[in-house]
């Protein structure tokens, strides 16, 4: 695939749809070592009508949720380059370890999720990922996806 991946290419890989799927783009790719992905955040985003109403901000949860889909889609091309295809497995969302959130992002920011693999094999992977928004770390975390 060229990068970059848009959401065309990313509906592809991944099974979410809106409103869960949180990655509009990949900008970089290392095969098996690698990813940059995109999530351009807008006070259209359903869950800033409730968190918090006067006061958006986007959800720990589902800032990490990003983070794992875009290092899903690493490990879901990293495998499918590597392996035979025997069918499409899913791919789980499966620990998290070391997380921290160290600055709210509000509509109008745009993260910028970097992930690297720091285990990689056919069915587990784990990976360090690091939320960006204007060149500040916001968030941070170890991550591990299941595959089938």
């Known amino acids: 695939m060229d990068l970059p991946l848009t959401y065309e290419d990313i509906v592809k890989v991944l099974p979410h749809r809106h409103p ?77 370890d070391k997380v921290k959130f160290r600055k709210p992002i509000i509509p109008g920011d745009q993260i910028v999720f970097e992930l690297t693999a720091l285990r990689k094999g056919t069915r587990i992977w784990k990976m360090k990922g690091k939320a960006m928004v204007n060149n500040e770390l916001v968030a941070e975390a170890e991550l591990i996806a299941a595959i089938g």
């Open 20 to 96: 869960f799927l949180f990655v509009d783009a990949i900008t970089e790719l290392e095969l098996g070592e690698r990813i940059v992905g995109i999530k351009n955040v807008t006070i259209n985003e359903s869950f800033f009508e409730g968190h918090f109403p006067g006061n958006p901000i986007m959800p720990g949860v589902l800032v990490i949720e990003a983070m794992a889909q875009v290092g899903g889609i690493l490990a879901r091309l990293s495998v499918s380059e590597s392996m035979p295809r025997k069918g499409d497995k899913a791919i789980y969302f499966a620990a998290m």
